[in-house]
C-alpha cells in the first residue's frame, strides 16, 4: 500500500450505498450509524443531491473566485436564512472554516479593538482540527504530540467553567471558541446555563462568541444549529461536515458587521465554493427545508436513546447514554474500540468518540425500523460482549442479512 498510514482502517470495503446501509463487493449489507463521521445527513446516493450534482457535472465544474458563482450567492442567501447571520465564507472542510473564524477574529480584534497579539480561548476536550491553528486550539494533547512548535494566541481552559474565563479574560483577549457538544470528546452536551452566561459574558467584554458547529451544524442535532437550541446568538458559526453530503464543502457565517474585515486579498481558497460543491450544499439544504427532516430528529433521538438504555440496562460495563439530537454517545467502562469491531461483524457501522465512547450518528433520513434494528444488534452484541457469551456473533449477523 502506498498511503501513509495515518488511519486505523476496519477490515470491510464498501462499494454502494442507499439510503441508511451500505453493501460490500460481495452484497452483504451493513446498516450505517457513521454517516461518514456525521456527513452523510441524507444517506447515501440522495436523489435531490445526486440529480443537482450530475445537472452541475454537465455544465462548468470550477471557476476561480475571481468570477461571481450565482449558485455561491444562492446557498449564502439559504446559510444566511436559517441561521440568522449576514456573511459566509465558504472553503472545503471544516478545519479550514475554523482558520477562517481565527483570522477573521484577529483582524477584527486589530482593526476593531487595537489589540497587537490577540488570544482566543477554547476548552479542554474540545476538537476543532489538524491543521496548525485548530490543532493548537484543541483541548486534547494527543492529537498534538510531535507537531511542535505550535503556534500560539490561544489559552485552553477547563470546560464549563466560568471562573476560568473570568480569570482569562484580559486586554489581549479577543474571541471564544466553543463547541456546544464536544464530538471527538465524548459526545457531551455543554450544560445550557454555562453557554448562555458565556454568551453574556462575551457581550459584556465585546469578544466574539464563535461556535464550531462542524459536525452539530445542518440539523444534526434537531435544529439548523446546535445554538438555536441553547437560546444564543453567536457572532461566528462554523459548519462543514453535512453541508454537501459527502461532496467536501465547509463555511464560516458571521454576523454582517464582522463582513468588512475580511476584505479583498485577506484570505482565499482555490477550490473553496467551486460549482460542484454549490451545487450539493444547495440540494441538501433545500431538502431540508422542504422534507421537514430536522423536526423529526428529536422524537428520532429520544427511540434510540431510550432504545439503547433499555437494552444496555443491565450491563455494569456501560456507564452512560447521552447526546443531543442524532449525536448519541454510549460511555463504556472498557475500551470501546473491541466492541464498535463486533459491531461491524454484526453489520452495524459505529465510531468512536475518544477511548471509551461509542458514538452513534445515523443519517436525518433513518426511520424507526432501523433504529430499532440497530438497537437490537447493540444489545446483542453487549448481551455477548458483556454477559459473557461470546460465541453466536455471525446470527447477530443475520439480524442485517434479513
Not at 450530475?54 to 444566511?80: K, M, T, Y
Not at 480569570?167 to 464530538?183: I, S
Not at 450539493?280 to 433521538?301: D, Q, T, Y
Request: proline share 5%; net charge neutral.
Amino acid at each position: 500500500m502506498k498511503l501513509f498510514p495515518t488511519y486505523i482502517r476496519y477490515d470491510v470495503e464498501f462499494e454502494k450505498g442507499e439510503g441508511v446501509w451500505l453493501t460490500d463487493r460481495s452484497g452483504r449489507r451493513w446498516l450505517d450509524f457513521a454517516s461518514g463521521i456525521g456527513v452523510t445527513g441524507l444517506g447515501h446516493n440522495h436523489p435531490r443531491v445526486r440529480a443537482a450534482l450530475i445537472r452541475q457535472a454537465g455544465q462548468l465544474w470550477h471557476l476561480s473566485n475571481l468570477f461571481p458563482h450565482r449558485l455561491q450567492e444562492r446557498v449564502a442567501e439559504a446559510l444566511c436564512r436559517v441561521s440568522g447571520m449576514g456573511a459566509v465564507f465558504f472553503c472545503n472542510s471544516g478545519a479550514e472554516a475554523n482558520e477562517a473564524a481565527i483570522k477573521l477574529a484577529r483582524r477584527w480584534a486589530r482593526e476593531a479593538k487595537v489589540i497587537a497579539e490577540p488570544q482566543i480561548l477554547t476548552f479542554e476536550g474540545s476538537f476543532h482540527g489538524r491543521t496548525l491553528a485548530t490543532l493548537t486550539a484543541t483541548g486534547q494533547e494527543k492529537v498534538k504530540r510531535g507537531f511542535d512548535p505550535l503556534p500560539g494566541g490561544f489559552r485552553i481552559l477547563p470546560p464549563e467553567n466560568m471562573d476560568a474565563v473570568r480569570e482569562a479574560t484580559g486586554a489581549a483577549t479577543a474571541a471564544v471558541l466553543l463547541e456546544l457538544v464536544r464530538g471527538e470528546g465524548g459526545v457531551k452536551p455543554v450544560d445550557p446555563g454555562f453557554v448562555r452566561e458565556l454568551a453574556d459574558w462575551c457581550r459584556e467584554k465585546r469578544l466574539l462568541l464563535m461556535v464550531d458547529e462542524v459536525q452539530t451544524g445542518i440539523g444534526r442535532t434537531g435544529a439548523w444549529f446546535a445554538f438555536q437550541r441553547y437560546g444564543i446568538t453567536p457572532d461566528v458559526i462554523t459548519t462543514a461536515k453535512g453541508l454537501g453530503n459527502g461532496f467536501p464543502v465547509g463555511a464560516m457565517l458571521a454576523r454582517e458587521e464582522l463582513k468588512p474585515h475580511l476584505g479583498p486579498g485577506s484570505h482565499g481558497t482555490t477550490f473553496g465554493g467551486n460549482l460542484l460543491a454549490m451545487a450539493a450544499a444547495g440540494a441538501v439544504l433545500e431538502e431540508l427545508e422542504v422534507s421537514g427532516l430536522i423536526g423529526e430528529v428529536e422524537a428520532k433521538s429520544r427511540l434510540l436513546r431510550d432504545g439503547l438504555r433499555q437494552v444496555l440496562s443491565p450491563y455494569a460495563e456501560v456507564i452512560d447514554v447521552r447526546g443531543l439530537g442524532l449525536m448519541i454517545g454510549v460511555e463504556l467502562t472498557v475500551p470501546v474500540q473491541p466492541f464498535i469491531r463486533e459491531l461491524l461483524h454484526a453489520g452495524l457501522v459505529t465510531l468512536p468518540a475518544g477511548e471509551t465512547v461509542l458514538r452513534l450518528l445515523p443519517p436525518l433520513v433513518v426511520g424507526e425500523t432501523e433504529i430499532r434494528q440497530a438497537v437490537r444488534i447493540i444489545g446483542q452484541v453487549a448481551e455477548k460482549r458483556f454477559g459473557g457469551k461470546m460465541e453466536g456473533l455471525s446470527e447477530i449477523r443475520e439480524v442485517v442479512a434479513k
